[in-house]
């Protein structure tokens, strides 16, 4: 029997959670009477995963899993309890908030005392009931997997979902339960996130429209400096709480992103036919997560016209500005657009919180083949054309109460010989990756292989002499000691391997290679920035490297000097073909490698393509997908409106169709019934005009269909 946890966790308290990871560990052992050997605990981005193992020789009792569940949920449920009481502290006591929103009840009172005290009511209310409804998401976080061989069936439990526990017979033998563990824990967290974040978008979509119809008209200007600071200072208020939304499409789609890796691995491993209420949720999930989209990009787009109109509010320019000494006129004036800003605070507040909360971790999550152990990558088989092969390598930075996720889940292969180039904004994760590579840092998780070898297992004496012999490493900042002349510090690695006599003639080939033969006694001080960049260059050759590591070689050098390095390294690559990894975020400096890859986000997202070879700037893929993004829900909205607009032309030409075709069969009886009662009998006499009206109706009938499909044509001609 194995068995499966997982539930979110608060990474500002870390104390706590280490404190619940303890319980729960020592509850499972106690419950299931395992070995503490047998319990395996991972904390991973904004979830806590556990795994737990038990050989029986009988079915588990029925109430031991549920008692194992009920106890867990108590200890979540108890540890849930005292971040909502320490966010509703934070809240209470944060100074940002108290400080704005005193500025904004400054302004209401100045208006209508009432909206004040509204304000304040609505102020404390979301002070309370926002983590309350944190506290109601998360206890219904937690996944269960049991795998329970003996009776070959497998149970799920997700707190989540309407019905909390399913049943799968069986499992096929090309599925790894493990593997599936952070996928359900994911569909688990869509069931609970979705349909409150739709609430609050909107709430927020809903406030931006009133107040952009309550911002048009003339705009007023108190003749009261006092009053009129306030009106300005209330409008900086809003526009800077706008401002914090900026990057809110950004989070979302970010989140939203996440689903598609549950809902294939569920497709592909045909769940969702074994499961009717997993299927039924993936086709949910997915209507709203669409429908999120679209709505989140109707936001935005109010979101900055909202914004733009605060900032120009009284811009005479733009505006019909009047300004008026009268209070009672005043407070009349600004008593809409006051009652809606206020609104406004609130709604932003709540929306900004609500991102903080999930946005800070959850879009970096990365998904995991082997979430409880690494044995399969320690044992993936190199190939001998690849001095370097990196998989799944993860590496945090904890920054007070902020985690930095610089390497989400990295694989690359780094062929011998090859010319490699790392591109990517600052902040991508590029100098990590490199740290990492090349053993001056530890990842948190993942394997490095160095020449078909575990780098990271080695001992430290064993990584030095590696980085010593096979590695040579160029800095942005040159890293030379100033007490060494320009051929000491080049002599520098041979001294420490214990070989500079031997490679005597070698550093003078390496000095008057790289042209700085004339400047061999001379100090660091004494140097430009491209003679010192050149003495790196020689130092880090001098041992005859595998692998040559440059970080930014060219970042403190200027556009010509810079230029003149790379042509070196070039040459050196050629002559010798030295594996050669560039870290940097300059094109042009890129275009020197054979091979280039993207870092984004911690995340090697594919080849980078060179749209522009004489562009000295790397364009984020983020930046370029959210403006596409807006686009496509726009021209989705647009497509919308000209679907219902050709549908009603059809139904007004089928209507016509219809009653034409009526006309045709009821015009005999029509005809007959009107000589009969005016005592006549059909005959030849009337045939003529008979048929002459039938043609007549029937030509009618075709003339309307012609022109209803013209006017179909014209208006998607005018769509398009």
Known sequence: MKTYFSALIDKSTPGETLKLSKKLSKEL????????????????????????????????????LENVQTQFYLHL????????????????????????????????KEIDPGLKKVFDLRLKKLISALPAKFYDLQTDSMTAIWNLR?????????SGWPSKSFMIPEVGQDVELEVMVDKLAFLNFFCIFLEPTLIRLREMNKVLERLE????????????????????????????????LQNMD????????????PKTFFNSHDFIRLSQDLRTAVRQMSWKINQGKSLLAEVQEKLEECQIKLKDYLDEKKNGVKTTDSREEFKLALLTMAELSSDLFIEAEELKLWLDFFGSDLPFFTFQSNPFTIQKMRTFTTSAEHIISVRSLVKNYSLGQTTVYALRGVDLD????????????????????LNCIAGLDDPDDGVVFFQGKDLHRSDDSERSRARLLDMGFIFQSYALLPHFDTRENVALPADLAGFSKDLKSRIEELLE??????????????LSGGQLQRVAIARALTNRPKVLFADEPTGDLDSKTGHQVMELIKKFHE??????IVITHEQDIANYAERQILMEDGKIIGPHDIKDPHSTKVISRREEAIPIIRHEERANRKQKQHSKLFFAAFVVQMMLAVLIIIMLLQLDQIVHGTLYSYGLQFSNTWALPYWTLHRFVAGLALLIFGLSALLIVYLKRVAN
């Open 29 to 64: 052992k106690k419950l299931l009477k395992t070995p503490k050997s047998n319990i395996v605990l991972k904390e991973h981005n904004a979830f806590l995963f556990l795994a737990a193992e038990k050989h029986l020789k009988k079915p588990l009792d029925p109430k031991i």
């Open 77 to 108: 449920e108890r540890y849930y309890a005292k971040n909502k009481s320490n966010l509703q502290k934070h809240l209470k006591g944060k100074r940002e908030l108290k400080e704005t929103s005193q500025i904004v009840k400054d302004f209401l």
């Open 150 to 158: 003996e009776e070959q069936k497998v149970q799920f439990c997700l």
């Open 213 to 244: 119809l309550g911002l048009q008209g003339t705009h007023y200007k108190s003749g009261n400096s006092a009053t009129q600071s306030k009106l300005e200072m209330f409008l900086r208020i809003l526009s800077a709480k706008l401002s914090s």
């Open 250 to 261: 950004k989070t979302i789609v970010g989140i939203f992103k996440l689903f598609n890796e």
């Open 414 to 433: 780094v062929g011998d010989g090859e010319f490699l180039a790392i591109v990517g904004n600052s902040g991508a994760g590029k100098t990590t990756l």
């Open 513 to 526: 290679g790289v042209g700085i033969g004339n400047q061999a006694k001379q100090f660091p001080a004494q």
């Open 575 to 580: 002559e010798t073909e030295t594996t050669v």
